[in-house]
């Protein structure tokens, strides 16, 4: 392994060398912010360009059809800005979140280990697996600009899975499909590195470690719709 030069060369190592990325880190916490800063820069510029493109008029009334089967008394926040505020802060709160919680997750389930790190080392990490989702902002504003703008915003993300196979609000399974990350093998991935490059954990225990987060939420969540 060669540590990253530079912040610069450690996010293109994400992509690169996702072990010289994990190895720079680990000698440089602070260089993890890079990664989480740009994490919240990027919806404000998607989002901003969607709705710079999109046909406004067309747009609500796509939303307000479905909204009235499903949240009625909010067809009146149907407003640009209101929209384009509410999809920003929806992407920022999200990509926090799980970065706070799989920092959580790795400070807890690496602690049998020889190396413990503290808390604030694997938030650093987690903002790095998380960090493709940069490159889903840029496939998304791709494709919005191919189609013009004619995609409605539940389905413009190709971060989820509903980027892809956009379900109306309408479908029970609207949320799950608009939450559930596209490049998830890429961050669990980017976890076991992390793990593996950190940690004298083995190989098959790391694996477990990365992957078991994503499955419990997403399978318990799935199992609540399927039931209800």
């Not at 479905?66 to 999200?94: F, G, K, R």
């Not at 940069?134 to 899975?161: E, F, R």
Request: net charge negative; with cysteine.
């Amino acid at each position: 392994m060669n540590p990253s030069s530079n912040p610069l060369i450690m996010l293109v190592d994400i992509f690169r060398s996702p072990q010289d990325c994990f190895a720079a880190l680990y000698e440089r916490s602070a260089w993890g912010w890079q990664p989480f800063i740009v994490l919240l820069i990027t919806p404000f510029l998607f989002w901003g360009a969607y709705f710079a493109n999109v046909d406004f008029e067309w747009l609500k009334a796509g939303l307000s059809a479905q909204m009235e089967a499903t949240n009625p008394d909010l067809i009146h926040l149907l407003e640009a800005d209101t929209l384009l505020a509410s999809e920003i802060i929806s992407d920022v709160m999200s990509r926090t979140l799980t970065i706070i919680l799989l920092a959580l997750w790795f400070n807890l389930a690496t602690r049998q280990g020889s190396t413990k790190l503290g808390f604030w080392k694997w938030f650093a990490a987690s903002s790095v697996v998380i960090f493709p989702a940069v490159i889903g902002d840029l496939a998304s504003y791709a494709s919005m600009l191919l189609k013009h703008g004619q995609v409605m915003s539940y389905a413009a993300d190709l971060n989820s899975v509903n980027g892809l196979i956009k379900l109306p609000l309408t479908n029970p399974w609207s949320p799950f499909t608009s939450s559930f990350p596209l490049l998830l093998p890429w961050y669990i991935f980017l976890g076991y590195a992390a793990v593996i490059t950190w940690t004298q954990i083995e190989r098959a225990q790391a694996i477990v470690i990365a992957t078991l987060p994503w499955v419990a939420y997403y399978g318990i969540w799935a199992i609540t719709i399927a039931i209800s």
